[in-house]
Each structure stands twice: as C-alpha cells, then as structure tokens.
C-alpha cells in the first residue's frame, strides 16, 4: 500500500488549502485515515480522522471548525481542506492508513497504531 500526498504550499494568514492523499496498492475503502502534522520542535500531532466509511471524523481541538475531512472511495483519496489558517498551522502534513473495515471510528490517536504512511506535503502560513 502506497500513500501519496500533496496540496501543500505557501499560503498567507485566513487563506485556504486542500491537501490529497491518493492511497493505492490496497482496498482503500477498508482504511480508516488521518491527517498528521509535525513542526521543527515540535511532537507529531493527529489532527483529522475519517472512518473507512466517512460516518465518523474528528478533529483535534486546534482545528475544529477550520479544518474538514472527507473521503472518495471510489477514487481512493482522501482530503484535508484547511481553511482560516495560521502561522501556528505551519508544519509538515502526512496521511497515515490503518486498515479498520470492521470499526466505525474515525481512527485510533496513536501514530504507532497506523500501519501505512505517505511523504510529507509541506505548509507554509505566513502572518
């Protein structure tokens, strides 16, 4: 199973990006997927799930009601559209795939816990 991310790029303060995660290799639909970021310093943080359905999604709390999460399972792609963003969302973005098609949940907090990761799509927010 590959994961292959992009989207990312140098956006200012209050704009909007869409990151994509293309997941190929494997029986996408039975994936529960997030989205990760890490800043220089800083602890990877889990900051959007999606169940493999789409029934289920979370959000960290520094997110919630900027970011969304959403899922095709037809073409294998999920996306994190990010919009009102910060200079504090700058970081490095990754998908990450844990094969879940029994669960109803958008996916467990521990990165340990997923068993397929993409790159990194970089995003830069400027104030």
């Known amino acids: 199973v590959q994961l292959q991310a992009s989207g990312g790029g140098w956006v200012q303060a209050g704009g909007s990006l869409r990151l994509s995660c293309v997941v190929s290799?494997?029986?996408?639909?039975?994936?529960?997927m997030s989205w990760f970021r890490q800043s220089p310093g800083k602890e990877r943080e889990r900051v959007a799930a999606?169940?493999?359905?789409?029934?289920?999604?979370w959000f960290a709390d520094s997110v919630k009601g900027r970011f969304s999460i959403s899922r095709d399972n037809v073409k294998n792609i999920v996306y994190l559209q990010m919009n009102s963003l910060k200079p504090e969302d700058t970081a490095v973005y990754s998908c990450?795939?844990?094969?879940?098609?029994?669960?109803?949940?958008?996916?467990?907090?521990?990165?340990?816990?997923?068993?397929?990761w993409g790159q990194g799509t970089l995003v830069t927010v400027s104030s």
């Open positions: 290799g494997g029986t996408f639909s039975g994936y529960a």
């Open positions: 999606i169940s493999w359905s789409g029934g289920s999604t």
């Open positions: 990450a795939a844990r094969w879940s098609p029994t669960s109803r949940a958008a996916g467990p907090e521990a990165d340990h816990d997923y068993h397929y």
